[in-house]
């Protein structure tokens, strides 16, 4: 039997604050038998979620914060495909061991919760904004750390995982070549954290160099993506920490709870070109067994499911009086974190050691393809776009759902294939955006590899493109330097809200969710990505993107498929073999033909786009501004149009008036199903529409 210990009295618990410490001891089994229980530790605290506020019929929630010790074992199958996981330091007993923070936030009244867990995988360390819609509906949400490089600050959730040592000569430290890249946007910047990019900044740690000698390295720079690369001479760079161009061997504050290792980051005294591409290629020591984070995920949800038959023997923060708050899951995550999902499903992690499937419900968001976590010197946090780390693994065969046989070898593979095959596969909502068709190659979700036909999707996926919509959409259209265009404010929360109602629905009474909304090759809405092919109009003062994020084939070397080893620094491209990612055709106004078309899009007062491009500021003009989409605002009268040569109709000739604009978007509200648009939104955007000041 698991057993525990609690730590508290009644008293702290009036106090809303409760500090458990639980130990929940497991038995060895013969093999063959049940598989032991993984999380063997949990600490945690409870406080009152936004000061005890009440959210709807449900009331307070609380929130429950701590840390997860889990053990693995190495030889187990569901394990050993993890990368260097062999060359883990074990314990007493054999196990590998982990750390992994977490947040859980619940109804304090447990009859109040509707049997869901959200499981949000945290993007880069951080939760993330909370919609409190979710709440209201009884869902308890969760999120557990996976990112075993993230560093302290900014409450960001952590993950301790071992470092793989070479086991065969007594510890040796392991060692092998790396590549990274750095891209600083601003002026002045002379030192970088080796761990450090776009979207990791100083959040993230770095691999120390074997040597500190830069001649033992090769640091190189060009302006764009597919440039030549210049030799930055070794005498020009170190490793070391320069804030001010000057070396120095004191520890510092890089951010608050952090201190700065030197030799864990770049220096060039004369300071980094703006804007241009740096790639360093060095030998590093001491990989992280990341791929334990799979596993992490994993042990958290099946401990909150099933671990805890009596909440006194076993103070599971998702159980209530000896009862489960949960009998499904719905597990998500956005862009980086949405393909965590696709490969938490990939390799199997959706099934605990058990064989009792975790998930019922996956929702990868703004996403298309994997992600490297099981690679030795991986760094999950580093992305794939048209110039910001364009090189690193991300999509590798299979990047589609279904089950086929890749265009360019003889593997036969799919994100479904290992589920498919144990009958375990969960109810899947994959959303888009118009930023995942430019930047994140989107459409290879729905063709085959060569972009000359349509997949049938499997019956358990669902894929809607939210037409016109940005990454993550902007509050408002803002105007920045670094990008020509006002960015793009369409939304994307009422239909995330629809759809997560549809998607819950889908799990517990298996009705049906829409049918998948997005561009197909078959009705001539997905298309190459050129101006002509797009039919996007000739907007006066608009640049046209030159192209999207292409794809070439990358050889990583030959143990990469096998050990998750990358030997190929920089990878070598494969000549001649290419996948065709493709984007939607547009409208007239250069708005999205196919999708879920939201209101905005429906009643537009602009042309919202999934593309940028950077300013003459920013350097590498015209090149894809990351995911940034934009907003290019629509004249207000037909004269003003004319006069600057503006094709589309100016916000007078469409509506008349303001009365006539809300009318507009009445009506548009109308055509939806209350299962693409809920009844709040639709009343709040209503009410949005009357309060605008369009055409007043």
């Known amino acids: 039997m698991l057993r525990s210990e609690v730590k508290g009295d009644e008293e702290g618990r009036k106090m809303n604050r409760i500090i458990l410490f639980c130990v929940l001891l ?3 089994v013969s093999a063959g038998g049940a598989a032991e229980a993984e999380i063997v530790k949990i600490v945690y605290e409870r406080t009152p979620y936004e000061n005890g506020k009440s959210f709807g019929t449900i009331g307070p929630y609380e929130r429950i914060t701590g840390t997860m010790f889990g053990e693995v074992h190495p030889e187990d199958p569901r394990n050993s495909l993890i990368v260097d996981i062999d060359k883990a330091p074990r314990n007493s007993r054999g196990r590998v061991e982990y750390e992994a923070q977490f947040v859980v936030i619940r109804p304090v009244d447990a009859t109040k919760a509707n049997g869901a867990l959200i499981h949000t995988v945290p993007n ?6 909370i919609d409190a819609f979710r709440l209201r509906k009884g869902f308890a949400l969760s999120w557990v750390a996976w990112q075993g490089d993230i560093l302290p600050g900014n409450n960001r959730l952590l993950m301790k995982v071992p470092i793989a040592t070479d086991n065969t000569d007594s510890g040796k430290p392991i060692t092998g070549h790396i590549r990274t890249e750095y891209i600083v946007e601003e002026p002045g910047i002379y030192t970088v ?3 450090g990019g776009p979207y990791t900044t100083d959040s993230h740690d770095g691999y120390e160099p074997v040597s500190t000698a830069t001649g033992k390295a090769t ?7 597919r440039d030549e690369r210049i030799p930055v001479p070794p005498s020009e760079w170190m490793f070391a920490y320069c804030p001010q161009g000057e070396t120095t061997s004191e520890q510092g504050d890089a951010q608050a709870g952090a ?6 980051h770049l220096c060039i005294p004369a300071g980094l070109k703006r804007s241009w591409i740096y790639e360093l290629i060095y030998e590093a020591k001491d990989p992280k067994v990341m791929g334990l984070g799979l596993a992490s995920t994993r042990d958290a949800l099946s401990f909150f499911r099933f671990n805890a038959a009596d909440s006194e023997d076993n103070p599971n923060p998702l159980f209530s009086d000896g009862k489960p708050l949960l009998d499904r899951v719905i597990m998500t995550g956005a862009s980086q974190t949405g393909r965590y999902c696709r490969e938490f499903l990939y390799l199997g992690f959706h099934v605990d050691e058990n064989d009792r499937p975790l998930v019922e419900g996956l929702w990868p968001h703004i996403t298309a393809a994997r992600l490297p976590i099981n690679v030795r010197f991986t760094a999950p946090g580093r992305a794939y776009l048209q110039r910001e780390e364009h090189l690193f693994p991300s999509y590798e065969f299979p990047v589609a759902y279904n089950v086929m046989k890749d265009a360019f070898s003889e593997r036969v593979d799919g994100v479904l294939k290992r589920c498919v095959e144990s009958g375990t596969c969960p109810k899947i909502l994959h959303t888009v955006g118009g930023s995942e068709y430019w930047q994140s190659l989107a459409s290879l979700d ?3 590899a060569l972009g000359k036909q349509d997949l049938e999707l499997p019956a358990n996926v669902r894929f809607y493109h939210l037409s016109s919509t940005q990454h993550g959409p902007a509050l408002q259209a803002t105007k920045d330097p670094k990008f020509k265009n006002l960015s793009n404010p369409a939304p994307h929360a009422e239909s995330m809200r629809a759809l997560l109602v549809a998607l819950d629905e889908w799990i517990r009474e298996d009705t049906p969710p829409p049918p998948s909304m997005y561009p197909r090759l078959s009705d001539g809405t997905l298309v190459m990505p050129d101006q002509k092919s797009t039919g996007f109009p000739n907007i006066p003062g608009v640049a046209y993107p030159g192209g999207m994020n292409e794809l070439p084939r990358l050889d990583y070397g030959p143990e990469f498929l096998t050990k998750g080893i990358i030997t190929n620094h920089p990878p070598k491209r494969v000549l001649g073999k290419s996948w065709r990612p493709l984007v939607p ?4 106004d250069g708005n999205d033909i196919a999708g879920l078309r939201s209101v905005t899009i429906m009643v537009p007062i602009g042309t919202y786009t999934g593309w940028n491009l ?3 500021e920013a350097g590498a003009e015209d090149a894809l501004y990351r995911e940034t989409g934009s907003f290019i605002p629509f004249e207000k009268t037909k004269a003003d149009r004319l006069a600057k040569g503006d094709p589309r109709l100016s916000l007078e000739e469409r509506y008349g008036s303001h009365a006539g604009y809300v009318t507009k978007v009445k009506e548009a509200v109308e055509r939806f199903s209350e299962r693409l648009l809920l009844p709040e939104d639709a009343e709040r955007i209503i009410r949005e529409a009357e309060a605008s000041d369009i055409l007043k």
Do not use: I
């Open 585 to 588: 055709k547009v409208d007239a």
């Open 219 to 225: 640091l190189t720079m060009r302006e764009h993506e």
């Open 193 to 195: 954290p080796l761990g």
């Open 446 to 448: 729905t063709t085959d």
């Open 124 to 129: 880069r360390g951080n939760e993330g904004r």
């Open 614 to 616: 950077r300013s003459q």
């Open 26 to 28: 497991f038995s060895c």
């Open 259 to 264: 201190t700065v290792e030197p030799l864990k």
